[in-house]
């Protein structure tokens, strides 16, 4: 029964999203600690690309269980493998058995600084912003994900 919840539920995506903010959270904090060390380039990944992946793989995902819902069973055996979500890598990201692993590239413009370095602090500082405002998010879906299965457990409105 706690497979059909998963399944159904968002608990793949929100946590691949999670897995993505934290990653990205160590390339721009790595930024923000060399953003004054000559010759640094700041790097970075598409987010843009991870949401069109994952959007993919929610779709597909959907489609799926209701082949599997119109059919004999609850949806074929390929859905237990992380929640049914088959998320497939980009240039920018590989998935792995234990999460993702970020593949970042330079971001800068092309236009150096005196001492080689190509920082751009609003950039990398929105960056950060947006990053910690996708994660929370996230988190807290997935703990009202959390609390919505603790009432029905305990019986609970």
Do not use: C, Y
């Amino acid at each position: 029964m706690f497979d059909r919840l998963s399944t159904g539920s968002n608990f793949a995506a929100l946590e691949r999203a999670m897995q993505f903010g934290a990653a990205r959270h160590q390339i721009i904090a790595n930024n923000i600690a060399n953003w004054e060390t000559p010759g640094f380039r700041p790097v970075d990944v598409s987010v843009k690309d991870f949401q069109r992946q994952l959007g993919e793989a929610i779709e597909s995902r959907e489609a799926k269980l209701l082949e599997g819902l119109g059919g004999d069973g609850p949806g074929g055996s390929d859905l237990d493998i992380d929640g049914g979500l088959a998320l497939e890598g980009s240039d920018q990201f590989t998935v792995g058995p234990n999460g993702l692993e970020l593949h970042p590239e330079p971001m800068g413009d092309g236009i150096l600084f005196h001492d080689g370095n190509d920082r751009n602090v609003e950039r990398i500082l929105q960056s950060l912003t947006e990053n910690l405002m996708a994660f929370r998010f996230a988190a807290t879906m997935m703990r009202k994900q959390f609390q919505s299965i603790d009432t029905a457990i305990r019986e609970r409105l």
